[in-house]
């Protein structure tokens, strides 16, 4: 069987293209997506559906089709921005566009069958036709079959090696440019110290290059292998020093009294751009060796970090976080300061790499997933290389600079788990090994409702009795905790854009989404109104929390009190609202007539500022307060101003929810794992 289109031919069984009479191999699953796309030419067909259709009963990521459309584009030397053969349809799929010029398939076969109606006198076209069409389906089931997955074989093109995994903190991996050798930060939980390190590849021996004395961060290598650089910092005075490996000299280059976060040095050696805070910002600096001073880059307001060089040195690509919640990565031309936006898809951003000229490999955080992108810097279209597990995170990226694939970088776990006081009975499938936080339980309809990035991206997930469902697909990469209306039978919740927050109401029952509202996005949700037909919440403006109200029949936010937040209640008698002075932390109650009036002072009891971490009732206030050995859940009789504690809590809780009546129950979170390994990646195909 093969296929033919333009002057490139697919042999399937073969695992093979020619073009222009150059034979091409390539991995089976290429190939399958490939014959997937020419059967179904002229049609949108999505990532799922290509997945279901080719591997129905294997579990296998969505990245395994990007990456096969990535890899085809670049063999069949195909634009994603101007294509001549694989369409990108946003948010629908891919279409293959070019027309098939012919179908050679099972060519023996139908010879034969050709020559044998020929000869017949009997011989009819259609009924012809008809046995050609019948032929080809067979051989494209069959043919489809014999390369279905198989499980042996690798997702990626990549080839993955585990360098350092231990009970400490490792991170801050540095390939050197001969690829035998990686220097890497280690933090020991003893001391507040660190180290720089240095491992051979090859004998996997480790070698410790500093004391510890003082916080390193960010080893890197120049280009000619002989010197490595690095930040050392004891409290906030830092220096970035030069290393040389044969003679084991240090040199300071650059000495200041604040912090160095990060570095970059140039190819040429000769210069080095720094991430250095100043006061409350941070701002990017070049700073040659010939000359003492620093040279502040002209930028535009902002968080500016994570500096590094192209490979030929012309420019620095940075990541800034700008005051709107927006995360771009830039490119800054060195010869004239002009600075180029790349891009603005991602939530966050945790690490940049260049590799080869042309190409940046960018981990973050995008469509609600942490993951390895490639981005060409012509046609600036993200395609991504490396999924991962929900609860993992990959950073740090380091390449040899060399144009090669291979890297190392950190690849970070953690698990947060919810747990509980004073409920006995929970679901099994409430916590997993991924982030499971923000939880909330209705007594009424005793239900769970957390977010869990389980599946991936951020979702709202019900757990009751012995079962868990997914109740959203939202692929957010942020959500607020949920809020249970008073009668339980609607779920208020926040998806935070980049400019704005999400405001959405969604029925418990159905799991229908009723409503969605655009909120400022320092908005926090804080209570529903007992009619249950409007929310309370505390918006954040200029370092001010304003307590505000959002109407639901129309979306509308009404501002009530400057400087409160952080718990609001309506009366049982519907008279007045209860809520926090923030200017001087007192628990008020307002009535009808807007007159004032203290229920206690909240800074004498050293009550925690934490969201919906108070609970009122009739004879009690319950409340939270930090210590050293973890969050005390207190309580304040109101007769009679006596304090006693309810709960002490393991160390690292953080209190989601204080609930129940009589006997109230507390629902926190808590960090289980948090681990680092470093990676090695390696192309197989290099």
Same mark, same amino acid.
């Given at each position: 069987?093969?296929?033919?289109f ?17 034979s ?8 399958? +997506? ?9 049609q949108?067909? =999505?990532?799922?559906?290509i ?8 579990v ?6 990007t990456?096969?459309?990535?890899? /085809?584009?670049k063999?069949?030397?195909? =634009? ?14 891919y ?12 060519e023996?076969?139908?010879n ?8 017949s ?5 259609p ?18 079959f014999?390369?279905r ?15 350092a995994h231990?009970d400490?903190q490792v ?10 050798s990686?220097?890497? $930060? ?28 003082? $916080? ?5 290598w120049?280009?000619?292998?002989k ?15 030069q290393?040389?490996?044969?003679s ?19 190819p040429l ?6 991430? +250095? ?17 620093l040279?502040y880059m002209?930028?535009?307001?902002? $968080?500016h ?7 030929d040195?012309s420019?620095v ?8 919640? *927006?995360?771009? /990565? ?17 939530? =966050?951003?945790? !690490?940049?790499e ?7 490999w960018? !981990?973050?955080?995008?469509?609600g997933?942490?993951a ?18 929900? !609860?993992?995170?990959q ?15 950190k690849?970070?776990?953690?698990n947060?788990?919810i747990?509980? *006081?004073?409920?006995a ?9 991924a982030?499971?936080?923000?939880a ?15 599946s ?12 868990s469902?997914?109740?959203?697909r ?13 009668? !339980?039978?609607q ?10 927050s999400e ?10 989404h ?71 932390g ?7 007539? =807007?007159?004032?009036?203290?229920i ?8 925690a500022?934490?969201?919906?971490g ?6 009690w ?31 690292g ?15 926190s ?9 470093i ?8």
């Amino acid at each position: 069987m093969t296929f033919q289109f333009a002057n490139c031919l697919v042999f399937p069984a073969h695992n093979k293209l020619e073009i222009d009479g150059q034979s091409i191999k390539i991995e089976p699953k290429i190939m399958q +997506v490939l014959c997937f796309l020419l059967r179904h030419q002229g049609q949108v067909v =999505s990532r799922e559906f290509i997945a279901q259709s080719l591997w129905p009963d294997t579990v296998v990521g969505l990245d395994v089709i990007t990456r096969a459309i990535f890899e /085809l584009r670049k063999i069949l030397n195909d =634009s994603a921005q101007s294509p001549q053969f694989i369409e990108t349809i946003a948010r629908k799929g891919y279409c293959f566009i070019y027309p098939l010029e012919q179908k050679l398939v099972g060519e023996e076969s139908v010879n034969y069958l050709v020559k044998r109606y020929e000869s017949s006198p009997s011989f009819k076209w259609p009924l012809f036709v008809t046995l050609s069409v019948a032929v080809i389906l067979i051989v494209v089931v069959v043919g489809f079959f014999l390369t279905r997955y198989d499980p042996d074989r690798q997702v990626h093109q990549f080839r993955s090696t585990l360098l350092a995994h231990s009970d400490s903190q490792v991170e801050m991996p540095a390939l050197s440019p001969s690829q035998k050798s990686v220097l890497f $930060i280690q933090s020991f939980p003893e001391n507040r110290f660190n180290q720089v390190f240095l491992m051979d590849l090859q004998t996997n021996k480790k070698v410790a290059l500093t004391e510890q004395d003082a $916080i390193y961060r960010f080893p890197l290598w120049g280009a000619s292998g002989k010197y490595i650089y690095y930040i050392k910092c004891i409290k906030r005075d830092c220096q970035l020093i030069q290393d040389d490996l044969e003679s084991r000299e240090k040199e300071v280059l650059f000495s200041r009294g604040e912090e160095i976060t990060s570095f970059d040095i140039s190819p040429l050696e000769q210069e080095v751009v720094l991430n +250095v805070k100043e006061g409350g910002s941070q701002r990017l600096a070049l700073l040659d060796f010939d000359k003492p001073e620093l040279l502040y880059m002209e930028l535009s307001d902002g $968080i500016h970090r994570m500096p590094k060089y192209s490979l030929d040195g012309s420019s620095v690509f940075f990541v800034t976080s700008t005051s709107n919640g *927006y995360t771009v /990565l830039n490119q800054y031309h060195l010869a004239d300061g002009v600075v180029e936006q790349l891009n603005s898809d991602f939530h =966050s951003i945790l !690490s940049v790499e260049p590799i080869g000229d042309n190409q940046l490999w960018i !981990s973050g955080k995008r469509d609600g997933r942490f993951a390895i992108w490639s981005m060409s810097l012509d046609g600036k279209e993200l395609e991504q290389v490396i999924d991962n597990h929900s !609860s993992e995170y990959q950073s740090q990226l380091s390449s040899a600079n060399d144009g090669t694939f291979n890297l190392v970088y950190k690849n970070w776990h953690r698990n947060i788990n919810i747990e509980l *006081y004073g409920l006995a009975d929970y679901p099994q499938m409430l916590n997993s090994d991924a982030i499971d936080i923000n939880a909330i339980y209705s007594p009424e309809i005793k239900a769970f409702f957390s977010v869990s990035n389980r599946s991936g991206s951020f979702e709202i997930w019900q757990h009751k009795a012995n079962e868990s469902q997914q109740v959203t697909r939202l692929k957010a990469n942020s959500l607020g905790q949920p809020l249970l209306s008073q009668d !339980s039978k609607q779920l208020a919740f926040l998806n935070k854009k980049s400019a704005f927050s999400e405001l959405t109401i969604l029925d418990v029952e159905s799991q229908q989404h009723l409503m969605s509202y655009q909120v400022p996005v320092n908005t926090h949700l804080l209570e529903w109104s007992n009619r249950s037909d409007t929310l309370y919440v505390s918006v954040l403006e200029q370092k001010q929390y304003t307590l505000a109200m959002i109407d639901l029949s129309n979306g509308k936010l009404t501002k009530l009190v400057v400087n409160a937040g952080g718990f609001v209640k309506e009366p049982t008698d519907g008279n007045g609202l209860i809520y926090v002075d923030m200017s001087n932390g007192q628990l008020m109650r307002t009535n009808s007539l =807007s007159e004032t009036k203290r229920i206690v002072d909240l800074l004498s009891l050293n009550v925690a500022s934490i969201p919906r971490g108070l609970m009122l009732t009739e004879q009690w206030l319950y409340y939270v307060v930090l210590a050293d050995e973890g969050p005390r859940v207190m309580r304040y009789e109101l007769s009679s101003s006596e304090v006693s504690l309810y709960a002490q809590l393991p160390k690292g809780s953080v209190v989601t929810q204080l609930g129940g009546e009589d006997k109230p129950f507390v629902i926190s979170d808590r960090r289980i794992e948090d681990e680092s390994k470093i990676i090695l990646l390696e192309s197989e195909y290099d």
